[in-house]
């Protein structure tokens, strides 16, 4: 039974400040921490500055005494029903989130890979590793992540160090090649090489580790609503973008390809969906993890493949909805992290607990190994392990 829930704040690896929730059982503390975006989508729930919405939450906290945690879906539909709106603009989503996690924590004594339990075998997903960033989180391209999936591992093990390799080679090359700019928010490497430049580069590199490529193109964020423009000038239309992504994913053998186009463009990414059979093409911006937006890409036909990010929609029975729908529509969908993230590694568990076969969360920095690193562990914990069937 919930004794009590208090809201703490804490810092995200941007620096800013975002909530940890603590829920005091009559067994046991349970907390989580929630992450932020950068490049949000405009359809995301509402996150609250941390202040009001630790203000807000503390003249509400004592309704959830004496519920039960074992029902955590019931608790989140009290968490949407006190807040009352749609995109949980009344409490936050970021309190929402922080809630709804450290209460599922709770009715499964923290394991939250054992929110379900229905199949002999554990699968693990395939690390999706941010290598080269641009855009909003920083560096030289328009496109705001290339990334890298080592769809050869045989373990997780294997693929978190392959990423980890080729992230260290791609850092000395650069450096070498006097290309190196940085590190960006999620620990990608920062280069001067244009968008074409950096996958002929990461071509080779992938080639010889045997490691699928992919972007993020984020291209909400260089869409003025008329034209797509990049950083040298040139602007692109929809009908261009659309004919430019095809020939980049046929020319560099692009498996992954997320948000290549603006986030309102349901029937472009429809086209490009039928022009680029074999691949993934996903929505991220484009559905923002909400029920309403995935039936509208699955009557459009616009996508094989969905982002899941829990806190753009607020609670875990409503992540858990958008992974069930996309699965039942054969949509791939994809674990992700967030650019301002935290220590905490829920989102490892959830690929697990909810059979997802990608988990998008970068290759270095404390706060997207932590996720890699829960994963190692729950796969040297749990007995008959394997890797996802996705090849
Ligand atoms: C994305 C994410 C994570 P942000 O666009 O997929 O890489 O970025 O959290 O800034 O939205
Ligand atoms: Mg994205």
Excluded at 72 to 85: E, K, L
Excluded at 278 to 299: A, F, M, Q
Aim: charged share 30%; hydrophobic share 40%; with cysteine.
């Amino acid at each position: 039974m919930i004794r009590n829930v208090k809201l703490i704040p804490v810092f995200n690896s941007k620096g800013n400040l975002t909530v940890m929730a603590k829920v005091y059982t009559t067994k046991e503390v349970f907390s989580a921490s929630v992450p932020a975006g950068t490049s949000t989508g405009k359809n995301e729930a509402v996150s609250l500055d941390v202040d009001v919405a630790i203000k807000r939450f503390n003249s509400i906290r004592t309704n959830f005494t004496g519920m039960d945690e074992n029902e955590w879906r019931d608790v989140d539909t009290f968490i949407r029903q006190i807040d009352g709106t749609e995109n949980f603009s009344n409490i936050g989503a970021n309190v929402a989130l922080a809630v709804s996690i450290a209460v599922a924590r709770a009715s499964v004594d923290n394991d939250l890979w054992r929110l379900e339990r229905k199949y002999a075998k554990t699968r693990f997903p395939f690390p999706v590793g941010n290598i080269i960033g641009g855009g909003a989180h920083g560096g030289g391209t328009t496109w705001q992540e290339f990334l890298l999936i080592p769809y050869k591992a045989k373990s997780i093990i294997e693929a978190v160090y392959t990423n980890i390799e080729i992230w260290k080679i791609v850092g000395e090359e650069l450096r070498r090649e006097k290309l190196l700019i940085g590190r960006n928010i999620e620990n990608a490497w920062m280069c001067k090489l244009d968008e074409e430049k950096t996958l002929e580069f990461l071509s080779k590199i992938c080639e010889e580790w045997k490691v699928k490529l992919g972007i993020d193109f984020a291209a909400s964020d260089f869409w003025d609503g008329k034209s797509y423009n990049y950083k040298k000038g040139k602007k692109l239309s929809k009908k261009e973008q659309i004919e430019y992504i095809v020939d980049v994913a046929k020319r560099f053998d692009l498996f992954y390809l997320e948000d290549p186009l603006e986030e309102e463009d349901f029937e472009g990414f429809h086209i490009l969906k039928e022009e680029l059979k074999d691949r993934l093409v996903i929505g991220d911006d484009l559905y923002c993890t909400n029920v309403k937006r995935l039936r509208k890409g699955i009557k459009n036909k616009s996508t094989n493949g969905i982002i899941i990010k829990p806190n753009q929609v607020g609670t875990l029975s409503q992540a858990e909805e958008v992974v069930k729908i996309a699965k039942e529509n054969k949509i791939t969908p994809i674990i992700s992290h967030r650019s301002a993230e935290t220590e905490d590694n829920w989102i490892a568990d959830l690929a697990i607990a909810w059979r997802i076969p990608f988990i998008k969360t970068g290759i270095m920095g404390t706060e997207r190994l932590s996720k890699l690193n829960r994963l190692i562990e729950l796969w040297n914990s749990i007995p008959n392990v394997e890797m996802a069937k996705v090849w």
